[in-house]
């Protein structure tokens, strides 16, 4: 029993995800990332995160944990002879409607009291994942170090 409703698994070989955001998953839903393969994890196959300005030297075993809808993601190419898989686990943003709109499709919402329960229910949501972004000093605050470090 995962909390993640889709899982892609990309076993390539030799995969490679070109530079994107993943738009239609739920943006408060973390995305994590387990990487699999034989390559040299410093000079290919790298984590790009745009939007931070972060490279990250993810290897064989590691997991890494993200917002795939909020930010623009990808790795690197692979050097020749070398293997890269991944197991992903996302959150669709359509089951979260669903949900939030009393397990139904939003367009069958006909009543003005089932339309803004609804509308209550996604607010509620978007402050909560609003609260729960953390800007950088928040995050140094944390973890007990200054901005300046």
């Avoid at 076993?11 to 990487?35: A, E, K, Q």
């Amino acid at each position: 029993n995962l909390p993640f409703a889709a899982h892609t698994f990309n076993l390539g070989p030799y995969v490679r995800c070109l530079l994107h955001r993943d738009s239609l998953n739920w943006p408060r839903g973390i995305c994590p990332v387990i990487v699999f393969g034989d390559f040299d994890h410093t000079t290919s196959g790298q984590f790009i995160m745009v939007e931070p300005k972060v490279v990250l030297e993810l290897q064989h075993g590691d997991v890494f944990v993200f917002l795939s809808s909020l930010l623009t993601h990808g790795n690197a190419p692979l050097r020749e002879g070398e293997e890269r898989m991944s197991w992903t686990c996302w959150m669709a943003g359509g089951l979260m409607r669903w949900i939030a709109a009393g397990h139904q499709l939003v367009n069958q919402l006909t009543t003005r009291a089932q339309q803004s329960k609804y509308a209550a229910k996604v607010e509620e949501w978007r402050k909560k994942g609003r609260d729960s972004l953390l800007t950088f000093k928040d995050l140094c605050a944390r973890v007990g170090e200054s901005v300046e470090s």
